[in-house]
């Protein structure tokens, strides 16, 4: 069984009060089966244990969040959102993580390589930026509302 997992790392900024999310560009190096070389997307950290037969998922985002943007985390301090199974072998989740609850620096330079990607260094962007970008996936695009609703910003739906 794949574990997909994504992590939505987020922050009420100090001096605006308004809500951020850790996101990060990355740019195909190698075609794959859905993108094109050279296609850039913006996405939350994650990934998968395809090359960690038997990891869980908490496991998977925690090793994930650490190769990809620096930061650890205690499992407890996440928040599973979703777990589903949108094809035959794979589950995706999505975790909730308050960034208070992160340790480390926050990756900062030039992109690093991971797999057949480019990640751009990771910063925080709020949920105009994410929601307004043209690079930033559907399924991602649910996840952040789910969060979103889950933090107490989407009240009533």
């Known amino acids: 069984m794949i574990n997909e997992v994504r992590a939505l790392i987020w922050r009420e900024h100090i001096l605006t009060k308004r809500v951020e999310f850790i996101a990060f560009k990355s740019q195909q190096i190698n075609p794959s089966r859905n993108r094109p070389k050279g ?3 913006v996405e939350l950290p994650g990934g998968t244990n395809s090359d960690h037969p038997g990891e869980n998922a908490w496991a998977t985002v925690a090793r994930e969040v650490q190769e990809e943007i620096s930061l650890s985390f205690v499992p407890s301090s996440a928040e599973r959102l979703v777990e589903e199974e ?3 072998g794979v ?3 999505a975790f909730l993580i308050p960034y208070g609850m ?3 620096i926050l990756r900062v ?3 690093i390589r991971d797999g ?3 990640l751009f260094a990771p910063k925080f962007m709020t949920i105009e930026e994410l929601c307004t970008s043209p690079i930033f996936s559907r399924t991602q695009r649910g996840i952040l509302l789910l969060g979103l609703w889950k933090i107490g ?3 009533g739906l």
Do not use: F, Q
């Open 91 to 93: 589950i995706r989740h």
């Open 116 to 118: 057949s990607k480019l």
């Open 86 to 88: 949108p094809e035959e």
């Open 39 to 41: 296609h850039e997307l």
């Open 109 to 111: 330079g030039g992109p």
């Open 102 to 104: 992160c340790s480390g």
């Open 153 to 155: 910003l989407l009240k």
